[in-house]
Every structure is written in C-alpha cells, then in structure tokens.
C-alpha cells in the first residue's frame, strides 16, 4: 500500500485531503506544520507529499528545503497544496522541484490531475482497498442524510 504525507496547519483541510484519497486505497499520514513534516517524512518515507506553504512554525517552503537536504527524502515526490497563488510564489516554488501546484480550495479533478501524476489512476495502488458504491448500505430515518450520503458516494 502507498503512503501520502499530508502537511498543513489545517485539520479540516488534512480531512479534506484524506477524503480526497479514498479512490487511491493509500495510507494516509498527517502532519500539523513543516517540523512535524519532515520528521514524518523521515518516519513514514511516503510515496507523495501534499505540502502547505503557510503555516506556523516551519512553512512549507522551509519543509520542502529540509525534507530536499537529507539523502533519505530528497527525491520525494512533493506537491504543494496551498491558498497561494501568486505567480511569484508559484514560479519561486517551482523551482524547489515539486511535481505539482494545487490551489486550495480544489475541486477533485484538480487534485486527480496532479496526484496522478505521482500515484497513477484511483485504485492503481491496491484495488481490494477502494469501496464498491453497489455494495454500501446506508440505513437512516432522515431523507436528508440519506441525500447527502448518496451524493458523497457518487
């Protein structure tokens, strides 16, 4: 099983990242800011990195330096998943070698663009961990959280 290391300051947007990964049946590893990161990158030696640039304590360009410095994790593959989007802070992260540039917020086809790249397809990386919508029974009285199930299943 592939392992992503997501790095972000921000817990609902660690949920919305891993939320984003279910189709890639990968095993998902968070961190709260760029020190944590790079220690759970040396930990965990994931298959991607999806890394802010803002946050406190160590920011992502910092991150991407140290996790780059150390012969272990230097040729991780590193995507940048930030609300920056200035084209002096894209150009200048660009040349840190990442793979990929996401704006936040992102809409899953944008996200698949650019973890594909790293990944392959949804469910390339372990099949028998994605879920099979025919086969999920969802049993509640409301007609509302049944519509919000059905539609977060499509």
Known sequence: MKTVLTVDDSKVVRTMVSRALQPYGVQIVEAANGAEGVEAAKKSNPDLVLLDVTM???DGRQCLAEIRKDPATKDLPVIMLTAESGKDIVVEIAKLGVKGYIVKPFKQETFDKEVQKV???P???SASASVDARAVLIVDDSDKVLA???SALE
């Open 119 to 121: 990944l392959g397809a």
């Open 56 to 58: 406190p304590v160590m």
């Open 123 to 125: 469910g390339a990386a």
């Open 148 to 150: 919000a199930a059905r």
